[in-house]
């Protein structure tokens, strides 16, 4: 779960850390004082796109931390793959610390666990951790695709889904190579025989790799060989044949200086640079002289090298390329060449599209089955949480829609239909559903698909809006219920919700040096009483309000008593099952 959150100046907040409990946390404040920037600095420090406006003004640099606490059932998982990706978990095993900086010239960096990390990495970390319904969920409800996803990242289906497009993908590239296979006719046997007319010429010739170079480097050996030896014998001859040769002169130098330097010490080091001299050149005559033994100037193998780089350039000024490219150019037309040898054996092609088909449409079928019986299942669960939202008699139907092809979703389209009240016929969720409703159902399905959710935290960023009274208790309840399980996260407007979170969060804003600050304080229950109280009667508040807010919370206390016991009672009663 998430343990504590550090931000420095990011946006209106100058500093601020915040300490985290387990259950449900809710935060609120007026319009506009800030509450969403700490769900926005969660969303970069989980790995979202960063922005240099997102930089306090006046400040250099944002930076946010967020410590987790890994738990035993989801530490395992993690742990591996911490692991493989380089960062392991802190010496306690259970602590993970994601990092996020954002500079003003818009360079971002990413850190886990204090190692730079990846964007990617952060993001696949952060998914394992933290799952955020923003408070435009309700509108994703209305397309196809998010409704399959929900519908198949409840029942755990993604796995398969993942397998079925892969799947897809392949059968179609092999469907496509087929059609090319018989469409392209002689147009292909032509470019076949090329092709190996091409790979004949060039097997014959056989360069190889780093053979040019070495020919090049060779023929100037061969093609240079008089000029080479006259070179090194007259600096043999000046170097030490000479009567007056560089070595006999040196060597009378040292001998000299040596001398001097037993009279006088300070020369002992030019002496010892004379000596070394001595010995360098005396090894150089001796290697020009060991170079002139081996040195071969066989005009025969001289012939066979020019005739060699005659016949590569030949070749290579034909094929339009450079004679170093023509190992390269043999390994491309060979493997040109066996493509096309099995693009054209349409038969085979026809038997790899059979057996891709028959593999595709045994994952999908899988798939199928596994949907309806989850559809079935989530169906029941949200028809009955809508009973508890002021939908009496309304229900969700969750269809799969037959396709006349497969897709590489599958082999249906997944449509949620809903019926407002009893006696009506289920119709898209986008023909029927008012806001309202929509809001209601999104949170409805998004509170029963997070029960079986292996994330252990959940941001719900004003999901609530757009309902209140009895509804808004109800919506208190369910987040309240789901805090027992996960550790619960809740922006809200609305005080049916507050009143039901174990932890109270409030956001302010203030103006601190002509600059405006965004803060955060936890609130006792003196002060939650005061902030459900402005949030039931707004700018002014009265004993009335203030009564009407010590009931709700009195309320919320009794509940969480009668909740927790239960869910105990439930756990040990599952414990003690055969």
Not at 326 to 355: C, F, G, M, P
Request: proline share 2%.
């Amino acid at each position: 779960m998430l343990q504590t959150i550090l931000l420095r100046d990011f946006v209106i907040v100058d500093q601020l850390e915040l300490d985290f409990s387990s259950g449900f946390t809710v935060l609120t404040g007026e319009t506009g004082a800030g509450k969403s920037i700490l769900l926005d600095a969660l969303s970069l420090v989980l790995g979202e796109r960063a922005d240099s406006s997102q930089i306090r003004e006046g400040s250099n640099r944002a930076e946010i931390s967020a410590l987790f606490r890994i738990e035993s059932e989801q530490a395992k998982s993690l742990s591996q793959w911490l692991d493989e990706q380089g960062f392991p978990l802190e010496d306690d095993g259970q602590s993970l610390l994601l990092k996020r900086t954002v500079e003003t010239n818009g360079r971002s960096r990413a850190f886990i666990n204090g190692r730079i990390a990846t964007l990617t990495q952060l993001r696949e970390a952060g998914d394992q951790l933290v799952d955020i319904h923003g408070q435009h969920a309700h509108q994703l409800l209305l397309k196809g695709g998010a409704q399959r996803e929900l519908l198949d990242r409840h029942a755990g289906l993604l796995p398969l889904a993942t397998e079925v497009a892969q799947a897809f993908k392949s059968l179609v590239n092999s469907r496509r190579r087929l059609q090319q296979a018989e469409n392209a006719g002689q147009d292909i046997e032509r470019e076949r025989e090329h092709l190996k007319w091409q790979l004949e010429e060039l097997n014959e010739l056989s360069p190889q790799e780093g053979e040019w170079i070495n020919l090049q480097s060779e023929h100037a050996r061969l093609a240079n060989g008089a000029k080479l030896i006259g070179g090194c014998q007259e600096s043999i001859e000046i170097l030490s044949k000479a009567d007056n040769s560089l070595e006999s002169t040196l060597s009378k130098i040292s001998s000299n200086i040596r001398s001097l330097a037993e009279l006088d010490p300070s020369l002992s080091d030019v002496s010892q640079s004379f000596e070394s001299a001595t010995i360098q050149l005396d090894e150089a005559i001796h290697g020009l002289n060991r170079y002139l033994q081996k040195l071969d100037l066989d005009p025969t193998r001289l012939a066979q090298v020019e005739e060699r780089m005659q016949a590569i350039h030949t070749v290579a000024r034909k094929y339009r390329t450079e004679p170093e490219a023509l190992v390269q150019l043999l390994q491309e037309t060979s493997a040109r060449l066996d493509a096309l040898t099995a693009s054209q054996n349409i038969e085979a092609l026809r038997q790899q599209v059979q057996q891709e088909e028959s593999i595709y449409l045994k994952l999908a079928k899988q798939l199928s089955q596994k949907r309806s019986k989850a559809a079935m299942e989530l169906s029941h669960l949200v028809t009955k949480a809508m009973q508890e939202l002021s939908m009496a008699g309304g229900c969700l139907e969750i269809a799969l829609v037959p396709l006349n092809e497969g897709a590489s979703y599958g082999l249906e389209q997944i449509e949620f239909l809903v019926a407002g009240h009893a006696g009506s016929t289920p119709r898209s969720l986008a023909k029927v559903a008012s806001g309202g409703e929509l809001a209601r159902i999104s949170l409805a399905i998004s509170v029963i698909t997070s029960k079986a959710s292996l994330t252990p935290t959940l941001i719900f960023d004003e999901v609530d809006a757009g309902i209140g009274g009895a509804v808004a208790e109800t919506v208190g309840k369910l987040l309240h219920q789901l805090g027992l399980s996960h550790q619960i996260l809740c922006v809200t407007h609305l005080p049916q919700v507050a009143a039901q979170g174990n932890q109270h969060f409030k956001v302010n804003k203030s103006q601190n040096d002509k600059k405006t600050v965004s803060q955060v304080q936890i609130l006792g229950h003196t002060e939650r009483v005061e902030e459900v109280a402005r949030m039931l009667g707004g700018t002014t508040i009265t004993e009335t309000t203030r009564r009407h807010a010590r009931e709700l919370l009195e309320q919320n206390s009794i509940l969480s008593v009668i909740s927790k016991a239960n869910t105990e009672i439930s756990v040990n009663q599952r414990q003690k099952a055969p």
